[in-house]
């Protein structure tokens, strides 16, 4: 008697076997990455720090006291250029002044920064970010064009929130 050796896999079954683990595995960490950026914009430190940084672009209170810190540091509604003059009057402001300015729980550090990587002489607000020990610090970066002296020039404003 004589038995007819078949084929236990064929090829193709194995090529859309492999389909298949690469397709899920590909879903999968799609799904994974997808989850967790979303968890971060959720997390409400960085809910304020957003908050923060789009405060900064509004116009000052034109009633406000000259020479007291205030929120807002554009000079108008129309303008998203940023005064530099605005900013120094915060430069030195206590950090309890400044979670009541901003209307925010956390401790504020604003860095301003040139494209090269260099902070800004006088126009930080809140204590040194490299002096901070929190053990949460959220930080959002942003570009902003600041008015200083008349003369324009683009800046990286990192907003840091910390707990402490």
């Given at each position: ?8 896999f ?7 076997t ?18 967790s ?5 959720n997390?409400?430190?960085?809910k ?5 940084s789009?405060?900064?672009f ?19 509604i ?14 030195t ?16 550090t ?13 126009v930080?607000?809140?204590?040194s ?36």
């Amino acid at each position: 008697m004589k038995t007819k050796k078949g084929q236990y896999f064929s090829f193709d079954a194995i090529i859309a076997t492999l389909i298949f683990i690469l397709t899920m595995v590909s879903l999968l960490s799609y799904w994974y990455s997808t989850r967790s950026a979303l968890g971060y914009q959720n997390d409400e430190m960085m809910k304020e720090a957003l908050r923060v940084s789009d405060v900064l672009f509004n116009p000052r209170n034109p009633s406000a006291l000259p020479s007291a810190c205030q929120v807002g540091f554009s000079d108008s509604i129309n303008s998203k250029v940023i005064s530099k003059v605005n900013l120094v009057k915060c430069g030195t402001t206590p950090q309890d002044q400044l979670k009541s300015v901003f209307g925010t729980p956390y401790n504020i550090t604003i860095d301003f920064k040139s494209p090269d990587g260099n902070v800004a002489s006088g126009v930080t607000i809140g204590p040194s970010i490299g002096t901070i020990s929190s053990s949460k610090i959220v930080k959002v970066q942003r570009v902003a064009a600041i008015n200083a002296s008349g003369s324009i020039d683009a800046y990286i404003v990192e907003v840091y929130l910390y707990q402490g």
